[in-house]
């Protein structure tokens, strides 16, 4: 099945119809979350999330994202750096708890989706998103 790798353009709204994987960071599990969206291209589209999936484009975080594809092996993978300030204007706090979640979107003639947790068909629904803790000060 062939890789699809269509978009190149910044925040493009359908990436998530290509070859892509999506990260979700919800902060403190407050009223906002964030999720990237990147191809084996490198195309990246960020947006700040409202619960029920509402997204804003306009947000662009500082994300740093290499993405590399093995055509020989038929795979590909993807280094990334997500700058937390980006996200959250306050210091993280010792051991606090973020919602996660990432999702695998391969597109193609068999399609196929792969999620961190289920969310029950909804990536959007950070109710159920897993758990990142981080150390802080």
Same mark, same amino acid.
């Given at each position: ?17 290509? $070859?892509?994987? $999506? ?18 291209? &490198? ?9 029920? &999936?509402? &997204? ?80 802080? $000060?």
């Amino acid at each position: 099945d062939k890789m699809v790798t269509k978009q190149t353009a910044r925040d493009h709204k359908f990436v998530y119809r290509d $070859e892509c994987l $999506e990260v979700f960071f919800h902060p403190e599990r407050g009223d906002k979350y964030y999720q990237f969206m990147i191809s084996p291209r &490198g195309t990246i589209t960020d947006q700040g999330c409202k619960p029920g &999936g509402r &997204g804003d484009r306009t947000y662009n975080a500082k994300v740093v994202a290499w993405a590399e594809i093995d055509r020989v092996k038929k795979e590909w993978r993807l280094t990334a750096a997500f700058p937390i300030a980006d996200m959250k204007e306050t210091p993280v706090k010792k051991d606090e708890m973020w919602g996660f979640s990432v999702v695998r979107n391969h597109n193609g003639k068999n399609s196929e989706y792969t999620a961190w947790v289920d969310t029950d068909g909804n990536n959007h629904k950070t109710s159920l998103f897993g758990f990142l803790i981080l150390r802080g $000060e």
